[in-house]
C-alpha cells in the first residue's frame, strides 16, 4: 500500500513556475514508477510525466517537453515536477501516481493522490 500526498499548487501568472511534490508512505516507494497527470474542468485527465524506478528513464507529453521536468529522490520518498514557463492550458488538478512499470496511460498506475490546484492567469 502507497499513500500519496501532493503539494506545491497554486496560482501563478503566464511563464511563471512552480514546483510540485508528492510525498509518499510505506517502504516501497522505489519499487514504483511514477507519474504526473492533470485534469482541466470538463477534460479527461491527461498524462503529463512519467520516472522509472531508478529515475533513469522519463516520459513527458509533447506539450509540456522542454518547459516540465519529473524527478525523484527514492531517499525521502519524494517525487517532484517542476514547471517553467507556464502558460494557462496548464490549469488543472495534477495528480502524482504510482505504478508498476513507466507507462503514459492512467490505468496503468495503482496508487493516486488526491491532487493539487494549479492556475496559470494570462
Known amino acids: 500500500q502507497v499513500q500519496l500526498v501532493e503539494s506545491g499548487g497554486g496560482s501563478v501568472q503566464a511563464e511563471g513556475s512552480l514546483r510540485l511534490s508528492c510525498a509518499a508512505s510505506?517502504?516501497?516507494?522505489?519499487?514504483?514508477?511514477m507519474g504526473w497527470f492533470r485534469q482541466a474542468p470538463g477534460k479527461e485527465r491527461q498524462f503529463v510525466a512519467a520516472?522509472?524506478?531508478?529515475?533513469?528513464?522519463?516520459r513527458y507529453v509533447d506539450s509540456v517537453q522542454g518547459r516540465f521536468t519529473i524527478s525523484r529522490d527514492n531517499a525521502n520518498n519524494r517525487v517532484y515536477l517542476q514547471m517553467n514557463s507556464l502558460k494557462p492550458e496548464d490549469t488543472a488538478v495534477y495528480y502524482c501516481?504510482?505504478?508498476?512499470?513507466?507507462?503514459?496511460?492512467?490505468?496503468?498506475?495503482?496508487?493516486w493522490g488526491q491532487g493539487t490546484q494549479v492556475t496559470v492567469s494570462s
Open positions: 501516481a504510482a505504478g508498476l512499470a513507466l507507462r503514459s496511460t492512467d490505468h496503468e498506475y495503482v496508487y
Open positions: 510505506g517502504r516501497t516507494f522505489g519499487a514504483y514508477a
Open positions: 520516472i522509472s524506478q531508478s529515475a533513469r528513464n522519463t
